[in-house]
């Protein structure tokens, strides 16, 4: 189910509001989710609100270069990445490690072998 959700980074800098439904979350283990230890799940671009931050923003794409995961410049931390689906959809994919309020530990993510991939 839907719910409205507050994040951003660590220091700050960079905040965001976004309609997500974290039942459907999942991790990953590529070379990028897994190390940051992300929790991620899927909002179209369209219930995804930038609140602060834009300019303080850092890109990273690697591999077929279809994700930007976007990370503060200050402090680091990946909040969230934008990204579309097969369709062309766009998406923000939300760390919901980021998430104020939110216990990661109370979610069952499904696991997505995208080393594979």
Do not use: W
Not at 17 to 27: I, L, Q, R, S, W
Not at 28 to 39: D, E, F, M, Y
Not at 52 to 69: C, M, P, Q, V, W
Not at 80 to 99: H, Q, R, T, V, W
């Amino acid at each position: 189910m839907e719910q409205h959700y507050e994040g951003g980074c660590q220091c700050g800098a960079v905040a965001y509001e976004v309609d997500v439904d974290v039942d459907g979350c999942m991790t990953c283990n590529c070379s990028r989710c897994q190390p940051l230890g992300a929790i991620l799940a899927f909002a179209p671009r369209s219930q995804f609100k930038l609140l602060k931050g834009e300019d303080n923003l850092t890109e990273y794409r690697f591999g077929k270069k279809s994700i930007a995961h976007l990370f503060c410049k200050t402090c680091g931390i990946q909040s969230f990445a934008y990204g579309a689906m097969p369709d062309g959809s766009e998406i923000a994919a939300i760390n919901l490690n980021a998430l104020h309020g939110l216990d990661p530990k109370s979610l069952n993510p499904k696991h997505v072998d995208g080393r594979s991939m």
